[in-house]
């Protein structure tokens, strides 16, 4: 009997990248603030993006007004805007577990113009049985709802999800229902992780 019956990926960072860089690590060298400072002005405005769907550049304006770093607006939005490629060893990976009769789904913390993208530029919504976007649905990680609604929707009970994400943050209200979760760091480690979990 398997263990779980699901595997949840996020998206950025996960499935998708800005090639060739760390996003948090280069936004803290351009601003020359802490990752801890960052991070916690990030999440305090994150939420008004997806949920509230104010535009990108008025949430990273928020952010840097928070670190007194306004003035780098500019440059942290050119790095927002480069473009994001699919990590298709990941991709690899996602459909060696369909082919095992695993439920494989998306929770993403993105706004309801990025789901659309994911629907008809990326096409995520053939990947995945289930693809829940904060922005659309209301509920995002790291709250116990968002995760609760997509275990509902997967037609799972909390401790048969395992769930991959590239954030500690965002993986925190997953732990707390009783979810198994991976912290995301390369392709090589999410796979030897399932490995060692014995599903691939």
């Not at 998306?106 to 053939?126: I, P, Q, V, Y």
């Not at 392709?187 to 030897?192: F, I, M, V």
């Amino acid at each position: 009997m398997k263990r779980f019956a699901a595997i949840g990926f996020d998206r950025g960072g996960v499935i998708t990248n800005r090639s060739g860089i760390n996003f948090n690590q280069q936004v803290c060298d351009i601003t020359g603030v802490s990752l801890e400072n960052y991070k916690t002005a990030y999440y305090n405005h994150s939420r008004e993006l997806i949920i509230d769907n104010i535009s990108a550049t008025e949430m990273w304006r928020r952010v840097l007004t928070d670190l007194h770093k306004v003035q780098y607006l500019g440059e942290v939005l050119n790095l927002v805007n480069m473009p994001k490629t699919f990590d298709e060893e990941v991709i690899q990976v996602i459909k060696e577990l369909k082919g095992k009769g695993y439920k494989v789904g998306l929770l993403s913390n993105d706004s309801k113009e990025s789901a659309c993208r994911m629907r008809k530029l990326e096409h995520l919504d053939e990947l995945f049985s289930v693809m829940l976007v904060s922005g659309e649905t209301g509920y995002a990680k790291p709250t116990k709802e968002a995760y609760i609604d997509f275990c509902n929707k997967l037609g799972i009970s909390p401790w048969e999800l395992l769930f991959v994400d590239d954030s500690e943050l965002n993986l925190d209200g997953g732990v707390e229902l009783g979810i198994t979760t991976i912290l995301y760091k390369n392709p090589n480690q999410l796979r030897a992780t399932l490995k060692d979990l014995e599903i691939l």
